[in-house]
């Protein structure tokens, strides 16, 4: 007798976990969506034809760009702040400075590119 | 001031599916939870069923989802949470009845860490007290300090994923053992918690330290037990 004990996506999205949380969420977002990309391009190379040419313009687009890009540079950034909290322990008690320290990384060099990706896109 | 608390309900007997119910109520602004979900049970619906013991945040009966995050309604005041408030039970254990969960998992994981004193060796000379110094029980104070309510471990998404995995509450037990230098089974705890269900699920995601109403850094408990796994140090 009694309900359940699984967790739905959307009840586990809704958890109030704050800034980590949102940080391990966007990590596994990154995590897929690199994973999606390397399948993707792997797919077009073996496929060809108008087929191919189609899956070729789906990564060359420049809004798949910025996306594969936030993938890319934010799994990297928070990967590397999680592995120094995990070999210094002792670190883990600065946790939500580590996390504003890893935005004020991420954010420019992000921004940075978003910026080429886009004035390029423009025809700049 | 006015609020408005919606509380998850479900009673097996009647119910086939969970839904809210939501009451208007009157209250101090410096009245806690608990004391909101009281008032109901006195005043508005019998039926309404919670844990609570202490309700002085000692015993760790009454965590629970307030507004989407897990607390010990006993702690929480209403000015902290506002108006409009939301009470639903932990995630990842069963639901048994309105807010009370099946913490039997969550127990079954905690007695897989021998959560107790092991020392085999003879007493001292004199018989009494086996002696540790001021620093060396400093090393595990923290992790003393649990009260054994699962708010950490039900805010954990990998416990929500799987209730094999043993789980915040259980390492910080482990911990506390681990690191007493009076107890002789560290290496048994050390082997227990580094098994696939253990250490290895924890993806430093921190739910479990915002979570914790003892404010025990319990992130940094276990990613001193991942360090003991890799040195076999527990100094
Ligand atoms: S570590 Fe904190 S949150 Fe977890 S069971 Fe103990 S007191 Fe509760
Ligand atoms: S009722 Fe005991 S901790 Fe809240």
């Known amino acids: 007798m009694g309900l359940k004990r699984n967790v739905s996506l959307a009840t586990a999205l809704r958890y109030k976990g704050q800034g980590p949380f949102l940080t391990y969420i966007l990590h596994r977002i990154g995590g897929l969506g690199m994973a999606v990309f390397i399948t993707i391009h792997i797919l077009a190379s073996f496929v060809g034809g108008k087929a191919g040419v189609f899956v070729n313009s789906i990564y060359e687009n420049w809004l798949f760009q910025i996306f594969i890009f936030f993938c890319v540079l934010f799994h990297a950034i928070n990967g590397l702040r999680i592995t120094l909290l995990d070999l210094f322990p002792k670190l883990l008690e ?15 060099v992000y921004g940075l590119a978003v910026f080429v990706i886009v004035h390029t896109a423009l025809g700049g | 001031m006015q609020v408005t608390l919606k509380i998850f309900r479900y009673n097996p007997e009647v119910d086939k599916k969970w839904h809210y119910e939501t009451y208007d109520l009157d209250v101090d602004e410096k009245e806690r939870i608990l004391d909101l979900l009281e008032l109901v049970k006195g005043h508005h619906d019998g039926t309404l069923s919670f844990r609570r013991s202490c309700a002085h945040g000692v015993c760790g009966s009454d965590a629970m989802r307030i507004n989407g995050r897990n607390m010990l309604a006993c702690k929480t005041l209403v000015r902290d949470v506002g108006d409009k408030i939301t009470v ?26 021998l959560p107790y004193f092991i020392n085999e060796s003879p007493l001292p000379a004199d018989g009494k007290e086996r002696l540790q110094s001021p620093e060396q029980r400093a090393r595990f104070d923290e992790t003393t300090k649990c009260i054994l309510c699962a708010a950490c471990t039900t805010s954990c998404p990998s416990f929500w994923a799987s209730d094999d995995y043993l789980g915040p509450a259980a390492l910080v037990t482990a911990h506390r053992f ?25 993806h430093t995601v921190f739910n479990c330290t915002m979570a914790c109403p003892r404010e025990i850094q319990i992130t940094k408990a276990i990613g001193e037990l991942k360090m003991a796994t890799l040195t076999g140090k527990v100094d």
Do not use: Q
């Open chain 2, 178 to 202: 681990i690191f007493d230098s009076r107890d002789e089974a560290a290496s048994e705890r050390l082997h227990i918690v580094s098994e696939t269900s253990g250490l290895a699920r924890c």
């Open chain 1, 94 to 108: 600065h946790s939500r400075e580590a996390i504003w320290i890893e935005w004020a990384v991420f954010l420019p």
């Open chain 2, 88 to 113: 639903e039970p932990l995630l990842g254990l069963k639901v048994i009845k309105d807010l009370i969960v099946d913490m039997e998992p969550f127990f079954d994981n905690y007695k897989k860490v």
